[in-house]
């Protein structure tokens, strides 16, 4: 059984294909106190996100409760 040749690439598919090779090839700078910047912003983020999940937990919850109160409003005769 013989294998069937695959059709070269075009253009484009052969500019991505240098572009992941060169992309492959470097390795990135990173400043010594990199890693140390990476933690910090990590837990400002964790210090805003806990607050922010409460309060977008108490809006849901108000918004549920005047949604009921102003559909109960309405059936009320």
Known sequence: MTEIPEPPPDAAESRA???VRLVGARQP???PGFTSEVVTRAR????????ARALG???AALAT???AAV?????AP
């Open 17 to 19: 294909i240098e572009l």
């Open 65 to 67: 409760a005047l949604g």
């Open 57 to 59: 937990g108490l809006l």
């Open 71 to 75: 559909r109960g409003a309405r059936r």
């Open 29 to 31: 700078d990173v400043h």
């Open 44 to 51: 400002v983020q964790r210090a805003f996100a806990v607050p």
